[in-house]
Nanobody, 125 residues
Framework: QVQLVESGGGLVQAGGSLRLSCAAS????????MGWFRQAPGKEREFVAAINWSGGITYYADSVKGRFTISRDNIKNTVYLQMNSLKPEDTAVYYCAADYDYHTVVRGNGALDAWGQGTLVTVSS
């Protein structure tokens, strides 16, 4: 099973940018679809973005479309989330997740194969 470690969170002003990284262990990373999710204080976890095993297919929540970009490097075993034009409502703990099935990642409401520990993003107004 793949293990995931996120990094890159921090404090940023509204309108700024951050890039999150999620490093995966294991030799089967390229077999997994990957996703980013977030959970704001007092709210349920929500889907942010997904990418298929090759990187050729991506999908975004409407709330981040046009501002966030998900990408992956299967040589470095890493998935990224580039976040631009950040808003205070983007403040949350961001988690990466992995599953062999891309549609499971997109739905995000089932038991995915692996989750990271999360990284906090705080956007100040």
């Amino acid at each position: 099973q793949v293990q995931l470690v996120e990094s890159g969170g921090g404090l940023v002003q509204a309108g700024g940018s951050l890039r999150l990284s999620c490093a995966a262990s294991g030799r089967t990373f390229s077999s997994y679809a990957m996703g980013w999710f977030r959970q704001a204080p007092g709210k349920e976890r929500e889907f942010v973005a997904a990418i298929n095993w090759s990187g050729g297919i991506t999908y975004y929540a409407d709330s981040v479309k046009g501002r966030f970009t998900i990408s992956r490097d299967n040589i470095k075993n890493t998935v990224y989330l580039q976040m631009n034009s950040l808003k205070p409502e983007d403040t949350a703990v961001y988690y990466c997740a992995a599953d062999y099935d891309y549609h499971t990642v997109v739905r995000g409401n089932g038991a995915l194969d692996a989750w990271g520990q999360g990284t906090l993003v705080t956007v100040s107004s």
